[in-house]
């Protein structure tokens, strides 16, 4: 019986594992769509070589200074108990890896890549995990002197913190740094619109990201045993309030409507095993009326050239996931109770504020010292020709009649 548990506990996680990869496919697809078509290759290859970067960073160093584990055993001792410990590696390297392609969309068609591959190592290495090894891994005694305060600790079942927040945050240090876009914004401070190449691509990134959130839901359970329906159901709740929210706010924008989703899963990650599936509902409503209101802000007033929103699609509506699971999660409003509105404002606010000095240090250093941005003729050319050397279409972009 012991055998058949931990195979299946292995079972279980490796399948979130494998729907959670599937999703940085959609992180790929959201950017390629959005994007315009000159960048489209860009956009594939970066999320590709992002992710195999990130294994490298993580599998060496990140893991360890999370969780103090490191896989320099023999075979014969990883191999013990089905390989839990490797495929809860690949299954938590998924989440890691996510940080890179949330940053990929807000610094795309401007940013150099191999600088932008040298920052995802770091992060991927140092920064992600150690926050964290603060709230998942209990480092440092934060979890402990929470608890000494408020009574419970930083919950984030999921990661709208860990993950999401802390990801969109990092991506507002690396767009402030690398700056807009030529041509984005006049000189009298007027946008210019930047139409996506397409929206059918936009579209199934958006799907596949959604389909593979209740892998990252889910099976932040890691083993079947602790697997909650609860989780499912307050997921697809905060998912339709999401999609729902955005389709009035931003006034049928197919843009719009296909992150809102997102902006609800992003949202509900962290107190979706507490949360009712009411509260669920409105965490992923408010979650996507965030999300449009500050994309609109931050782009036509302060002109940040955000490419994918992806600071108001991860960062706020993370920061605000976090003290949702501290509102919803409590037994008056129908939650499971166990958190405390303070310590997860005190947990969110200390993501925020690593995230925020991460993503300046790495990318101001990295401006530094090898420069970030391409050349206003390569911007002007486009990130595929210049960095890659063949466009989306090759035969099409040629004169071809095919």
């Given at each position: ?64 200074i ?7 055993s ?26 890179p ?10 940013a ?18 150690f ?47 690398l ?111 965030l ?45 499971m ?24 240090t790495v990318?101001?250093?990295l ?5 970030i ?20 279409n090759p ?8």
């Amino acid at each position: 019986m012991d055998s058949v548990a931990s195979g299946s506990n292995a079972l279980f996680i490796l399948l979130g594992a494998i729907m959670v990869l599937a999703m940085h496919s959609g992180f790929a697809f959201l950017e390629v769509g959005t994007v315009r078509h000159k960048n489209q290759v860009n956009a594939l290859v970066k999320i590709l070589c992002d992710f195999s970067i990130s294994t490298i960073a993580y599998f060496f160093v990140g893991y360890a200074i999370a969780y103090g584990v490191d896989f320099f055993s023999d075979a014969s001792v990883l191999a013990e108990m089905n390989g839990y410990e490797l495929v809860k590696f690949f299954f938590l390297l998924t989440f890691a890896a996510a940080i890179p392609a949330i940053i990929s969309g807000g610094i795309a068609e401007r940013a150099r890549f191999y600088p932008q591959l040298i920052a995802s190592m770091i992060i991927v290495a140092l920064i992600y995990p150690f926050f964290e090894g603060i709230v998942w891994g209990e480092n440092y005694g934060i979890q402990d002197w929470l608890v000494s305060l408020f009574e419970f600790k930083f919950h984030d079942f999921a990661g709208s913190v860990v993950v999401h927040a802390v990801g969109g945050w990092l991506a507002f240090g690396a767009v402030i740094t690398l700056g807009a876009r030529k041509g984005r914004y006049q000189r009298s401070g007027d946008m210019v619109p930047f139409a996506p190449s397409s929206i059918p691509f936009l579209a199934l990134g958006a799907w596949v990201l959604s389909v593979g959130w209740f892998g990252f839901n889910v099976m932040s359970a890691q083993t079947i045993d602790a697997m909650s329906g609860l989780v499912a159901v307050n997921s697809l709740m905060a998912m339709v309030g999401g999609v729902l929210a955005a389709m009035l706010m931003g006034k049928n924008d197919p843009g719009f409507i296909h992150n809102g989703p997102l902006a609800g899963l992003v949202a509900v990650c962290a107190g979706s095993d507490v949360m009712h599936p009411i509260g669920a509902l409105l965490t992923g409503g408010i979650a996507g009326v965030l999300f449009v209101l500050a994309f609109d802000i931050t782009q036509k007033k302060f002109r940040i050239d955000d490419v994918l929103g992806v600071w108001p699609l991860h960062g706020l509506c993370g920061t605000w996931g976090g003290l949702a699971a501290g509102i919803f999660g409590l037994k008056v409003f129908g939650g499971m109770g166990g958190v405390s509105f303070m310590s997860q404002l005190t947990g969110t606010a200390l993501g925020v504020v690593i995230a925020l000095v991460g993503g300046f240090t790495v990318y101001g250093l990295l401006k530094a010292v090898s420069g970030i941005r391409l050349s206003e003729e390569e911007e002007y050319n486009g990130a595929d020709l210049s960095i890659h050397k063949i466009s989306a279409n090759p035969s099409f972009s040629a004169g071809s009649s095919d």
